[in-house]
T-cell receptor, first 117, second 112 residues
Framework: ETGVTQTPRHLVMGMTNKKSLKCEQH?????MYWYKQSAKKPLELMFV???????ENNSVPSRFSPECPNSSHLFLHLHTLQPEDSALYLC????????????????FGPGTRLTVL | AQKVTQAQTEISVVEKEDVTLDCVYE???????LFWYKQPPSGELVFLIR??????QNEISGRYSWNFQKSTSSFNFTITASQVVDSAVYFC?????????FGGGTRLMVKP
């Protein structure tokens, strides 16, 4: 595997289900990100794990819960989602330093297309 | 706060035409980076170019060229002799120390 991979590629779930999205990066990077892309809004940053710190967009509902067990793996745990959460969820990774911050190029995975019924 | 505007939501051209995608950004920071990404129908965002705020040289890569003008806060992208495979959504993005902000994207359709 190379680059950034995401599984599953497609997911259909009911509002009462619990599911997880998985992301793995094979680039040796030390920062990972979750983005949401819906038809009605521009790409929206949800969570960042960078230099062992987590940064989150305060507008993201608590029904989304990220987990980053190591620098290569990132999960997004989903529970009691709403139909408006249907979107493409993209994972990205980059290499950051304390001086450059998160300005380095982010490389994206293919995304998980989520449909909430 | 940072903002990126891609005023063209959709452009349609015929193959071999040249096309320019506009990007205007807003930031108060003097150090920042600008990016272009391509999103084909498969969904993956493909990195095209990264440019820092101190480097205003235009860049050409094959049929692609980028025009960065700080005076007008613009970072425009031109495809020369467009091809059907160029059909995709193109995103311009601005990065300051901890945040990557995307524009709304421009959908480019190249017809044979």
């Amino acid at each position: 595997e190379t680059g950034v991979t995401q599984t599953p590629r497609h997911l259909v779930m009911g509002m009462t289900n619990k599911k997880s999205l998985k992301c793995e990066q094979h680039l040796g990077h030390n920062a990972m990100y979750w983005y949401k892309q819906s038809a009605k809004k521009p790409l929206e940053l949800m969570f960042v794990y960078s230099l062992e710190e987590r940064v989150e967009n305060n507008s993201v509902p608590s029904r989304f819960s990220p987990e980053c067990p190591n620098s290569s793996h990132l999960f997004l745990h989903l529970h009691t989602l709403q139909p408006e959460d249907s979107a493409l969820y993209l994972c990205a990774s980059s290499q950051v330093t304390r001086t450059s911050g998160n300005t380095d190029t982010q490389y994206f995975g293919p995304g998980t297309r989520l449909t909430v019924l | 706060a940072q903002k990126v505007t891609q005023a063209q939501t959709e452009i349609s051209v015929v193959e071999k035409e040249d096309v320019t995608l506009d990007c205007v950004y807003e930031t108060r920071d003097t150090t920042y980076y600008l990016f272009w990404y391509k999103q084909p129908p498969s969904g993956e965002l493909v990195f095209l170019i990264r440019r820092n705020s101190f480097d205003e040289q235009n860049e050409i890569s094959g049929r692609y060229s980028w025009n960065f003008q700080k005076s007008t806060s613009s970072f425009n992208f031109t495809i020369t002799a467009s091809q059907v495979v160029d059909s995709a959504v193109y995103f311009c993005a601005l990065s300051v120390i901890n945040m990557l902000t995307f524009g709304g994207g421009t959908r480019l359709m190249v017809k044979p």
